[in-house]
Every structure is written in structure tokens, then in C-alpha cells.
Nanobody, 117 residues
Framework: QVQLVESGGGSVQAGGSLKLSCSAS????????MGWYRQAPGKERGMVAT???????TYADSLKGRFTISRDHAKNTINLEMNNLETEDTARYYC???????????WGQGTQVTVSS
């Protein structure tokens, strides 16, 4: 069964905004840290933002002030508000949940974000 389902990707012009969402099972949502990662062609996957199960957030330095991660407890969902998008933000964005010492246990299929100039 699919553990995490991303939605909200699409194509926008530079300067625009998108909101991504990741739906999780109640067990995963309530017990695990979750996060957003992204990967562009030819690039390694990198962290965008994470939120702990008690609400602590972290962000990639380059994205602070433009991206915001949040938990929606009513929907067992985490969101990623992306503002003032740049062409460099073009990537496939993945939702992750439940930390291990070096990785996350669960990964979604990803949702594509394409930013054009």
C-alpha cells in the first residue's frame, strides 16, 4: 500500500507560488518526523524542509523565507508553501516520513514542480 501521497505540483512562472501536500496514515503522521526533499535531473536529492512530530521545523538555508512547512492535523497532512519560485526550484519533490539514523523509512512517489522564466 502507498504510505505517502504527494499532490499540488505543476508548472508556474518564476515569481509564482505553489502549495504541495503530503497525505500520510494517522500512525505515521502522529509518530514520525516528516519532510520534503527534492531532486532535479543530474543532481542529488536534497532536503527542502522537515517537521518533527512535536512541530520543530528545519529548512535548507537557501530556502528560508520562501518556503514554509506545516502540519495539518485534521487531514494527517503536511504542506509546503512555496513562494517567489525560481527556475532553480524546478525538481521532483518527495515527501518522506519516519527517520532512521541515515534516512527516512517511507517515501512518496513525488510530484513535479517546473518553474519557467
Amino acid at each position: 500500500q502507498v504510505q505517502l501521497v504527494e499532490s499540488g505540483g505543476g508548472s508556474v512562472q518564476a515569481g509564482g507560488s505553489l502549495k504541495l501536500s503530503c497525505s500520510a496514515s494517522p500512525f505515521i503522521f502522529e509518530n514520525c518526523a516528516m519532510g520534503w526533499y527534492r531532486q532535479a535531473p543530474g543532481k542529488e536529492r536534497g532536503m527542502v524542509a522537515t517537521v518533527g512530530n512535536r512541530g520543530t521545523t528545519t529548512y535548507a538555508d537557501s530556502l528560508k523565507g520562501r518556503f514554509t512547512i506545516s502540519r495539518d492535523h485534521a487531514k494527517n497532512t503536511i504542506n509546503l508553501e512555496m513562494n517567489n519560485l525560481e527556475t532553480e526550484d524546478t525538481a521532483r519533490y518527495y515527501c518522506a516520513a519516519c527517520r532512521t539514523p541515515t534516512d527516512f523509512t517511507y517515501w512518496g512517489q513525488g510530484t513535479q514542480v517546473t518553474v519557467s522564466s
